[in-house]
C-alpha cells in the first residue's frame, strides 16, 4: 500500500497498520512466561538481550523476574522493558530471547502501562554554563575615566570632547632646528636695532 504522505524513512520493522476503532496503543513494559532453554551463566535483574516477537526486533531489558535467577531449565515471569521505542503488542503473542543463540522462549501474558516514557539509553539534557570571568578594563579607558574625575572635582565638565591627548614632547630634529634658527635670527635683529639706536 502506497501513501504519499509517509515516508520510506519514516517506517521501521515491527510497525503495522490497524483500524484506529481498535484504539491502538504501543506498549514500554510487559510480562512474559519465560523457559531458558540454554545460559551458560545466570540470568538476573538488569541483563539486557535481543527480543524477538513477530516483526518485533528490539533490545529489552529484565527489571525484576518471580525469582532471584534464571539458569538453563527455569522457568519465570519476568518483566521486561524495551530500550528505544514502545512496541504494539497482545496478550498470548510469542516471544524469542536472544542473545547471539536463542536464550529462552515464552509467551506474553500482560502489557503494562509505564510512567517514565523515555528511552533507557536516553541522555539527560546538558545545562550551559555561562562565563562569570570579568575583563578588565582598557588602558585608554581608566586614564579616560581618571581624568573625568579630576575634572569633575575641580568643576569642569566632563565631556567626551573635553579630555584631549596632549602633544608628544620631543618632536623631530627639523623642529628643534627651526626653532632655534627663529631665535638666533631674533636675537641677531635685536642686537642690529640697539647698534644702530646707539651710533644715532
Known sequence: MKRQNIKRSSIRKGMVMVSPKLSPQASWEF????????HPTTISP???AMVHCGSIRQTATILSMSKDCLRTGDKATVHFRFIKTPEYLHTEQRLVFREGRTKAVGTITK????????????????MKMQSTKKTA????????SSLNEEMASQGRPTSPHSVQQQPKSGGG????????????SLTSSTVTSAGGVGGS
Open 111 to 126: 502489557l503494562l502501562q509505564s510512567s517514565n516514557n523515555l528511552p533507557s539509553n536516553a541522555k539527560p539534557p546538558q
Open 173 to 184: 630634529g627639523r623642529r628643534r632646528g627651526g626653532q632655534r634658527h627663529k631665535s638666533k
Open 137 to 144: 578594563p582598557r588602558r585608554e579607558d581608566a586614564v579616560a
Open 31 to 38: 510480562e512474559a512466561e519465560i523457559l531458558v532453554l540454554h
Open 46 to 48: 538488569r541483563y539486557q
